[in-house]
């Protein structure tokens, strides 16, 4: 005969293991509150800030399509990454749409490595100019939908150039009117934690002289130190980060040379697939796992230009590739003939795994077996579906599928997809790329 048994612990069991876990709680909700569901981009173009212009994402498009065409085309390119003939073409179709309508996501106007050091006169008159153009390009609509700057260090001999070149494009856009939505900050060179509460105070004082509700200034730090990685006291300050200003990190991004050179790695070998790069990027995934900081991956100085273009397509492509499989959803380009590379590899990476993911998730929410006669069966718990769902999501908010391909592959729309992605969040965070959002592939 079954014995029905009484619980053992009290009610007021049950409220002491509550009051101490309360920490844990407050802990957890207020510093790990996952990712937000909205559009991170796929990459982040990197040009001196007094080159930037309102068509300056238009003519990159253009020169990245003659590119391709002067060598073969965008089909070719596919194929030269290693695609077959059918995904090649299907690829080829949607890069083609985007170096048109939408060629840069994110773009980073350099008043660091890529501007250097012209005197205060011309950087101040530059900062305004920036300030002044970006305004201009978002009235115009030309504006990718990811823009900012990244400005000097805060190491002493730069600190206070680096803040001057922040409060004049700031203030230059805040007398312009409303910051751009997709407005982005980036701290370079970041070597202790304590840098980056300064750069906290300074966007915080910036809202409060401007008028801004608090917390609209999020920045981006550059890993490009190993002093982040690890620091005096044997700790790692980058885990530190999100903890010491909650909610002001918008991304950490890893800088390939910077970080390689200071650990006198030899010209030659710097790279991003380098085993002292997978190290620190390993360190900065564990150490905003959960927060909501994205990770960006750092670049390639290897340019497609001249004999090297092939070479350096497979490279860049390869690459790219690489660091999608690995978790970073980001990267860096330097040249409009990166662009090409760039998209063919990130909407193959999507697409080839578009079929899969979609069915399982068909099958989770329907709550049924995936069988792949190839594996067995496959019976997907929450966090895998989670994890499918915001593989498909990345991929209709890039460009690479149509949001008509995922209601016919996986039977679910966007609200939903999002829902499933991210379970914490409302169905209406979701910002796909409206150019991208109800088209099937391009014809």
Known sequence: MAVSPTPALSAADIAHIDSRLAATDELLERNYPGDDGSRQPVHTVYVPADRFTPSLAADWGAQALATAAAHGGLTRLGQLLGQDTGLAAAVAARVETKLEREPIEDLRLDFEDGYGHRGDGAEDADAVAAANAVAAAVAAGTAPPFIGIRFKCFEAPSRARGLRTLDLFVSGLATAGELPDGLILTLPKVSTVAQVQAMAYAVSRLEEVHSLPAGRLRFEVQVETPQLI???????????LPHAVPGRISGLHYGTYDYSASLQISAEYQSMEHPVADFAKEIMQLAVAGTG?????????????????????????????????????????????????????????????????????????????????????????????HALAAFVLRGVQCGAVGADELQALAGVGMPQLTALAHPRLAPSTSKPNPDFQSQSAPK
């Open 293 to 385: 900081i994205r990770l960006s991956d750092g670049s390639t100085n290897i340019i497609p230009v001249g004999e090297n273009m092939e070479t350096a397509w497979k490279l860049h492509g390869r690459l790219v590739r690489r660091s999608l499989e690995r978790g970073f959803y980001q990267g860096w380009d330097l040249h409009p003939a990166q662009l090409p590379s760039r998209f063919a590899a990130t909407y193959a990476f999507y697409r080839e795994g578009l079929p899969a993911a979609a069915a399982r998730l068909r099958n989770y929410v329907e709550r049924t077996e995936y069988v792949e006669q190839t594996e067995g069966g496959v019976m997907d718990e929450p966090a895998t579906a």
């Open 230 to 240: 690890l620091g005096p006291e044997g700790t790692s300050p980058v885990a530190q």
